[in-house]
């Protein structure tokens, strides 16, 4: 029984985490993908019935809005939609997609619905298990996966199971701290700038922002069921408005990512894909043997120049790729200390490993072999 549970936790996990290990995550923001929600045969919600718009076309037209403000002001940028006219794209080619396109962060629009119709307001979610129970908006949000036929594409797709729930969390701690970023952004501006009710940000076990390797957010402009809100987002200027609100907010967190590493022209340089770098300017260091600081990956090489925040800096290659390591060190103490100066510097993923013979191996093991 045990391995049985063992072979269908790996199974359930491929479909995400082939793409979550593999990708070579950066600061960058090049490509983002916009996820219009529903669209065809799927309506999502009809608001109050006065109008013949539904929640599908409301998404797209704001969807639009959005990928044009930022094609006009931000030709850097490569805007990918999961749908650009009024087809229903099935939920698991939407995240496909935005993973195939190797894209640096995925934003999906949709419009609110509930029983009371004073209930209005914007809200924006990030992935999450919301204490393992559904929420509302997962509820209306999820089910359409079991009303496509090929319903063996969602790999058995359970919130409740305790693999999700293992794979929600890995997820969490690779991109949660960016998708909070960009979602406390968007609520910021539907908030100051179009004088719309904040809900919040949450998190929730949401389909298609578990399944994307990028930092991702949904965004619910506001509830069809009120009638004002309806009629505000029924108008041309109102989704207007709200796409423009997404825009700032996306302008906004591109400029700070691309910002984080202080020196912005040396992390410009180093996310924007350069390939004529001196490979002499940085060392892979033979016969090392010491605790060090590993600060990130990357397929690139690196200028020394644009490791100068670290500490006698070294990379190691491994499977095609480059691990860039901070100091060398025999004292665990002060190998920790370092990883602390570097956390406080903005690197939060940053871990102790032990170093020799040009691999990476067990801390315990160094120290052993240092005694």
Not at 154 to 164: A, K, V
Request: hydrophobic share 35%; glycine share 6%.
């Amino acid at each position: 029984m045990k391995r049985i549970v063992t072979i269908f936790l790996v199974l359930y996990s491929i479909p995400v985490w082939s793409y979550l290990f593999s990708s070579d995550y950066s600061l960058a923001l090049n490509k983002v993908v916009i996820d219009p929600g529903h669209g065809g045969k799927d309506p999502g919600n009809l608001g109050t019935g006065r109008y013949q718009a539904q929640e599908k076309d409301i998404a797209l037209d704001v969807s639009l809005k959005l990928g044009a403000y930022i094609k006009e002001n931000m030709p850097d940028v490569e805007v990918v939609y999961t749908r650009d006219k009024d087809v229903f794209p099935k939920l698991y080619e939407r995240t496909a997609l935005a993973n195939r396109e190797k894209a640096d962060l995925f934003i999906s629009i949709h419009c609110d619905a509930f029983s009371d119709p004073q209930a209005h307001g914007c809200s924006s979610f990030v992935v999450g298990m919301n204490h393992g129970k559904q929420s509302r908006v997962a509820i209306k949000e999820n089910p359409v996966i079991s009303s496509e036929e090929d319903r063996l594409n969602y790999g058995n797709f359970d919130i409740n199971s305790p693999e999700y729930q293992i794979e929600v969390s890995l997820y969490q701690k690779m991109y949660e701290k960016n998708s909070l970023l960009l979602a406390e952004k968007i609520q910021t501006q539907f908030r100051e700038r179009v004088s719309r009710r904040d809900r919040g940000v949450k998190r929730e076990p949401l389909y298609v922002t578990s399944r994307v390797a990028m930092p991702s957010v949904l965004v619910e402009l506001g509830f069809l069921t009120n009638p004002k809100e309806e009629d505000f987002l029924n108008t041309d200027q109102g989704k207007t408005y709200m796409a423009s609100a997404i825009y700032r907010a996306f302008k906004e967190y591109k400029s700070e990512q691309e910002g984080v590493i202080k020196e912005v022209t040396e992390l410009q340089s180093i996310v924007s894909g350069e390939t004529n770098l001196d490979q002499s300017h940085l060392h892979e260091k033979d016969d090392l043997i010491c605790l060090s600081v590993q600060v990130f990956s990357s397929s690139k090489k690196l200028k020394k120049k644009e490791m100068k925040d670290f500490d006698d800096p070294f990379y190691l290659s491994e499977n095609s790729m480059y691990k860039y390591f901070s100091g060398c060190f025999t004292d665990l103490q002060a190998v920790k200390a370092h990883q602390k100066e570097l956390v406080n510097k903005g690197y939060d993923d940053c871990f102790v490993v032990g170093v020799h013979n040009n691999k990476k191996i067990n801390v315990a093991k160094v120290l052993e072999l240092l005694k």
